[in-house]
């Protein structure tokens, strides 16, 4: 069983930046394909980004590119993600996700192991 702990969340102001973490323990984690999703009041969880097991595949939604960077460690088996230039509009708690030597994909039903999110708040 894959348990998987988020931290670094926060409030910061526009224009901002916070970088999260995911904590991975348990099971094959090292060869888990790992992704971030978020959740705004009122909508759907939605895909920010997605790197392979190995790190050397990475995705982003458009709304994040050029913004936010997806990296892991897999020495400590962390994900991070690093978000610059912060908008409000990326108010949301942010999760992390992951699949068992399987593609990136966009979609959260393929993504079968979750955390308990972390709460970010950008301030405008």
């Known amino acids: 069983q894959v348990q998987l702990v988020e931290s670094g969340g926060g409030l910061v102001q526009a224009g901002g930046s916070l970088r999260l973490s995911c904590d991975a323990s348990?099971?094959?984690?090292?060869?888990?394909?790992m992704g971030w999703f978020r959740q705004a009041p009122g909508k759907e969880r939605e895909f920010v980004a997605g790197?392979?097991?190995?790190?050397?595949?990475?995705d982003y939604a458009d709304s994040v590119k050029g913004r936010f960077t997806i990296s892991r460690d897999n020495a400590k088996i962390t994900v991070y993600l690093q978000m610059n230039n912060l908008k409000p509009e990326d108010t949301a708690v942010y999760y992390c996700?992951?699949?068992?030597?399987?593609?990136?994909?966009?979609?959260?039903?393929?993504?079968?192991?979750w955390g308990q999110g972390t709460q970010v708040t950008v301030a405008s």
């Open positions: 348990g099971g094959t984690v090292r060869s888990y394909t």
């Open positions: 790197i392979s097991w190995s790190g050397s595949n990475t």
């Open positions: 996700a992951g699949r068992l030597l399987r593609p990136i994909t966009k979609y959260r039903r393929d993504y079968r192991d």
